[in-house]
Structures are given as structure tokens and as C-alpha cells.
């Protein structure tokens, strides 16, 4: 198997391979996107200490632009399977050509938690919202609910993280 990024298929992966594209909720990949983008170089502002504030000051354009479904629909002319990364394992279960004599030894890669700076807090309901707003067409169409709850997985309560 090869695995890559939604919109960088390597060269050597035939076009008649299975594409499987593994998409992550939208607002735990917001605070994320926030969080690297203040170590990293990244379009946000980063006067903005706190995700809520950061996605108040990014427009509904760029909001658009970010969206997840349509990097992955408007980028790749061939994707045949959408799994969560939140549960990706038994999403690879569930495929079609999977059968039960099948066994899948899955290791996940580098996943950590998103640790937030000691003493950045938001309000979670208000962001929650927001993002939902801002990012409506991957809840609808890769099939998140509006409140998912992964903190267990991407731990970015707005609670202190103490290191």
C-alpha cells in the first residue's frame, strides 16, 4: 500500500489502485491548524492567541477555501473510499472488499495530541459553533455531527495542558 496526502498521489500509485482518503473532524483539524500556525508559517494571524479568535478574523472565502471536502473533491479527479481518522481502522474494516477472512495489521503513524500553550483558553461552545458554521460543508458531506466529541484522541480541550 501507499499512503499519502489527499492531493499529492506519488507518481509511482497506478491509476487503478484503490484511493482512499483519510479525512480528520473539522474542529479538532481547526484547532490544530491554529496551533501549528503559531510555530509554523501558516495563513493565520498570528497576533491571534486563541482559535476562536483566530477563525473570527479569517474570512468565509478563505474558510472555503480550507475546506476539507473540497481539497479532496475538487483536487483529485479519482477518490473511491473517505475514512475518518478518528476511527480509521474500523472505517477500513467496514470497505466493501473487506471480508472477514481479511486481516488488517494497522499501525498508526506520528497521531499526538494537540497541546495547547500552558494558559490559552477559548469558549469551546462559542468555537464549536463557528467552526460548524465556517466549515458546514465537510460536517455535511463527510459525515460528522456537530458536537463529536475526540477530545480522547486529539486532547485540545481548551483546558490548560500542564508539561
Known amino acids: 500500500m501507499i499512503f499519502t496526502h489527499e492531493n499529492e498521489w506519488p507518481e509511482e500509485c497506478p491509476r487503478d489502485y484503490l484511493h482512499i482518503v483519510n479525512v480528520r473532524h473539522p474542529y479538532y483539524r481547526w484547532v490544530s491548524y ?6 509554523d508559517v ?3 494571524d498570528t497576533s491571534a492567541k486563541d482559535p476562536l479568535t483566530a ?35 474500523e472505517d477500513l474494516r467496514k470497505l466493501p472488499f473487506v471480508g472477514d477472512d481479511v486481516i488488517i495489521e494497522f499501525t ?10 500552558i494558559g490559552t483558553t477559548w469558549d469551546e461552545e462559542e468555537l464549536r ?3 460548524y458554521n465556517r466549515f458546514r460543508q ?26
Open 34 to 39: 491554529w496551533k501549528h500556525g503559531l510555530v
Open 42 to 44: 501558516n495563513e493565520l
Open 55 to 89: 477563525l473570527k478574523l479569517v474570512t468565509d472565502e478563505r474558510c472555503t477555501a480550507w475546506s476539507e471536502w473540497r481539497i479532496v473533491t475538487q483536487f483529485e479527479e479519482r477518490i473511491d473510499y473517505i475514512i475518518h481518522a478518528e476511527s480509521v481502522e
Open 108 to 117: 498508526r503513524g506520528n497521531r499526538r495530541p494537540t497541546k495547547i500553550p
Open 129 to 131: 459553533e463557528l467552526v
Open 138 to 163: 465537510d460536517y455535511d458531506n463527510l459525515g460528522y455531527g456537530k458536537w463529536d466529541n475526540y477530545d480522547h484522541l486529539w486532547d485540545c480541550s481548551p483546558k490548560p495542558v500542564l508539561e
